[in-house]
């Protein structure tokens, strides 16, 4: 049974550009959450997704938009880059509010 | 702000001896989980406990919850090498429905 995957492992990007990061939930699970990692901190919540609607959303800005498909995958797309920007996108996976189960994450460097 | 606040940020010890890590928390929660991250890479899930418990145990870990405190405690029993790595705390607040809100966390070092 596959956990959670993610995609890419790695990416690099400039100022202004746009991102996708991709993730694949765990078999079973319907609720994916997406978190940002700042290097020596906590994740922070940006958003969930549950029947391809945003449940909930953290403090982060409208440049930060997600999407979750039929098959539960979910994409998290960032516009406009900002330096700031840079860091671990985690994704998790969860049946409803129970445990959350994390994938890899995508570690991104805007330059 | 944190929800989550880990103490201590950081914990050295020596292969054999426990690792004791605590967490407190400002407002009414459904559970409280705790994960483990090594070397910046992806959480793993350690254990989960509901408001309603005071305790639960898996394998080496016991963790205690204390929701008149708010507060948590987790417990690594007779610690290894591979124990070292940065662990969190994070709080399913009450009506927020799986949104986690993590603490800093504590980085522990465990000496072969």
């Known amino acids: 049974d596959a956990g959670v995957t993610q995609s890419p492992t790695h990416l690099i990007k400039t100022r202004g550009q746009q991102v996708t990061l991709r993730c694949s939930p765990k078999?079973?699970?319907?609720?994916v959450s997406w978190y940002q990692q700042a290097l020596g901190q906590g994740p922070q919540f940006i958003f969930q997704y549950y029947e391809e609607e945003e449940r909930q959303r953290g403090n982060f800005p409208d440049r930060f938009s997600g999407h979750q498909f039929p098959n539960y995958s979910s994409e998290l797309n960032v516009n406009a880059l900002l330096l700031g920007d840079s860091a671990l996108y985690l994704c998790?996976?969860?049946?409803?509010?129970?445990?959350?189960?994390f994938g890899p994450g995508t570690r991104l460097l805007v330059l | 702000s944190q929800q989550g606040e880990e103490d201590p940020q950081a914990l050295s010890i020596q292969e054999g001896e426990n690792a004791t890590m605590n967490c407190s928390y400002k407002t009414s929660i459904n559970n409280l989980q705790w994960y483990r991250q090594n070397s910046g890479r992806g959480l793993v899930h350690l254990i989960l406990?509901?408001?309603?418990?005071r305790e639960k145990h898996s394998g080496r870990l016991r963790v205690t919850l204390d929701t008149s405190k708010k507060s948590s405690s987790l417990l690594i029993t007779a610690s290894r090498a591979a124990d070292t790595a940065s662990y969190f705390c994070a709080t399913d607040v009450k009506g927020s429905y799986g949104k986690l809100t993590f603490g800093q966390g504590t980085i522990l070092t465990v000496h072969p």
């Open positions: 078999s079973g699970h319907d609720t």
């Open positions: 998790a996976s969860s049946w409803g509010p129970e445990t959350q189960y």
């Open positions: 406990i509901r408001s309603n418990e």
